[in-house]
Structures are given as C-alpha cells and as structure tokens.
Antibody, heavy 120, light 107 residues
Framework: QVTLKESGPSQVKSTQTLTLTCTVSGFSLTRDAACVSWVRQPPGKGLEWLALIERDDVKKYRTSLRTRLTISKDTSKSQVVLTVTNMNPGDTGTYYC????????????WGQGLLVTVSS | SYVLTQPPSVSVPPGQTARITCGGKNIGSRNVHWYQQKPGQAPVVVVHDDSDRPSGIPERFSGSNSGDTATLTISRVEAGDEADYYCQVWDISGDQVFGGGTKLTVL
C-alpha cells in the first residue's frame, strides 16, 4: 500500500524559508517507476502544481516559481523535501505530496496535506 | 503558458447526467486526467489518460477528449458525487497544469 505523509511547520513568517518533508512508503524512490510532486491549494481555491522529482533525479519546477523552489530526495529515508524561499501570505495553503508513475501520469496517491499559514 | 478553462459550477438533479468540460488549445493532443475533491479531503483521480478509470471508480464516471475540449461525464448522478472536479495535463514547458475546478452540485 502506497502512502505519503507531509510534515513541516504549520506557520511561517513572511520572508522565511519553508521546508516540507514527504515521507513515502509502499514504493521505492530509486527502484520503482515513481515521480513525486508537490501540489498546493490556497484556501477555497484550486490546485497548483509546484515541482516534481523523478526516479533518476530529474527535477522540474513551476515556471513562475522556479527561483524560489528546490526539490530533493533522501533515498535512505524515503523522503522528498521541498523548500520554498521568501515566503509571503500568498503562499498560504495546503501543501500535498503526490505520486505518479511518470511526469505524464495521473497522481494516483496523495498525502493528507499540510496546511501552512504565512503571517506578515 | 498553457491554460485550462473549466466552468465554475455545474448543477444536475440526481439520476441525471453531469458533463464537466475542460477547454484548452488542442487539448485533444494531450492526455487529460480528472480528479474529484470532496470538502476537507485530498483529491482522488477518477479518470486518467482521457478515458481510463482507476480500479474502484464506478463505471458511471467516463471521459472523452477531442479538439479543444475534454469532458468528464458522470452518469446517474448521486448525492455522493457532489464535489469539486479538476482536469490536469502535462505541458511541453514542463509544468503540470490544472484547470480552475468545477463545483458539482446535486440538486
């Protein structure tokens, strides 16, 4: 059974850096065809893809946020980490860790999500 | 950047058919995925690659994609289908793109 769980702070201040960790189980970040992405959702609004990392460590970032995002993985811990620099209130939302077979695939597994609030 | 356009809301009586559209330039050349999100829950994929249904998703959910419009069709709509629905595609820029979402109301 595939599971993903997000962890990190629930509150950050403007200009701070947010670091989120996704701990996965039920699949391997190195052996299996797996692409892990981060998707966020501002309160009451739609879904917004942020970044992905593939099995071979290929990384892709949302064009409009490229300079603020970094995605990486720690295979020994089965974790994918997302950092977002220079946080502002517009970054408030629920952050989801999601899995697909490839970057072209649907996200077949989602974490429960983590609400992050940015205060000014 | 590529844009997907969905109607903000769709309303249908129970037992009828709901059709939720997702418009994009030449979207028919792309693989479209559809997600259902109920309040307070993470999204769930209901249709992937235009028209494939994951195991556990009722046959009432189907998808099609041609030209500039992809459509999610929900037959014999039930109260439990009330949710937000999002379409998604991969763009050549490398971005994953979501539509703005459609709120389905069962009257």
């Amino acid at each position: 059974q595939v599971t993903l769980k997000e962890s990190g702070p629930s509150q950050v201040k403007s200009t701070q850096t947010l670091t989120l960790t996704c701990t996965v189980s039920g699949f391997s970040l190195t052996r299996d065809a797996a692409c892990v992405s981060w998707v966020r959702q501002p309160p009451g609004k739609g879904l917004e893809w942020l970044a992905l990392i593939e099995r071979d460590d290929v990384k892709k970032y949302r064009t409009s946020l490229r300079t603020r995002l970094t995605i990486s993985k720690d295979t020994s811990k089965s974790q994918v980490v997302l950092t977002v620099t220079n946080m502002n209130p517009g970054d408030t939302g629920t952050y989801y860790c999601v899995r697909g077979d490839t970057r072209f695939s649907a996200y077949d597994s989602w974490g429960q999500g983590l609400l992050v609030t940015v205060s000014s | 950047s590529y844009v997907l356009t969905q109607p903000p809301s769709v309303s249908v009586p129970p037992g009828q058919t709901a059709r939720i559209t997702c418009g994009g330039k030449n979207i028919g050349s792309r693989n479209v995925h559809w997600y259902q999100q109920k309040p307070g829950q993470a999204p769930v994929v209901v249709v992937h690659d235009d028209s494939d249904r994951p195991s556990g998703i009722p046959e009432r959910f189907s998808g099609s994609n041609s030209g500039d419009t992809a459509t999610l069709t929900i037959s014999r709509v039930e109260a439990g289908d009330e949710a937000d629905y999002y379409c998604q595609v991969w763009d050549i820029s490398g971005d994953q793109v979501f539509g703005g979402g459609t709120k389905l109301t069962v009257l």
